[in-house]
């Protein structure tokens, strides 16, 4: 008797299921051409992804290759289309550094503006900003007033910022340049007084420190 009602169940289970499958089966069907669609399409973005990164590689080893072999304008060029040319974000961020840098030995007020250029990116992460906020400083620490580093670099001197170091030594030798010895020995003592600063900091502001002392300045 059992046997007949497991029998009547898997009937009227077939029937609903039969029912069911007219009702939505184009949309069933429709859903797992999708599907496919979609897996095939991310697929192929993938490739896509992979084949530009490739290239984009290639083009940036070809510019380094240049500058090895001291063709630093060839380099710097190469750099600049490369990243005008739409490479990977991360490729085309890579090559507008390194152009910079290209720039620094020949033509140092065109790359502090390159880094200019990089460092009010919104595009870009704080660390690379203030990376490029850093290098511009480096090439202008010897021309411009210790009022301007001060706006460009403050902010970077917090305990929060990743070159909060290089930014604290650069205002204290552009305070010593203004003979601003107040300044110079607030910016020392940040220094000093972090035992995360590198060591080869540390010993060349206790140097400026020293030499500020031995002049008598006050």
Request: hydrophobic letters at 50%; a neutral charge.
């Amino acid at each position: 008797m059992a046997d007949i009602f497991h029998e009547v169940d898997e009937e009227v289970r077939r029937e609903r299921l039969q029912k069911l499958w007219e009702r939505y089966s184009i949309h069933i069907i429709v859903l797992a051409v999708l599907i496919v669609a979609g897996i095939g399409g991310w697929r192929g973005y993938e490739w896509w992804l992979n084949k530009q990164a490739a290239a984009a590689g290639a083009k940036f080893e070809a510019a380094i290759t240049l500058s090895d072999a001291g063709k630093h304008a060839e380099a710097e060029a190469a750099l600049t289309k490369l990243a005008a040319d739409g490479a990977p974000s991360g490729y085309r961020t890579l090559a507008r550094f390194r152009a910079a840098a290209e720039l620094v030995s020949v033509k140092p007020a065109e790359a502090a503006k390159a880094y200019d250029a990089l460092a009010s990116d919104s595009s870009l992460s704080t660390t690379l900003q203030d990376l490029a906020t850093v290098r511009a400083a480096q090439l202008r620490v010897d021309t411009m007033s210790f009022t301007d580093m001060q706006l460009k670099l403050a902010p970077l001197t917090a305990d929060d910022r990743a070159f909060r170091h290089t930014a604290r030594e650069l205002l204290a030798l552009s305070a010593w340049r203004a003979h601003d010895y107040t300044a110079a020995r607030k910016y020392i003592g940040m220094i000093t007084g972090d035992l995360s600063a590198p060591p080869l900091m540390r010993v060349r502001a206790e140097t400026l420190a020293a030499l500020i002392a031995a002049q008598g300045k006050s």
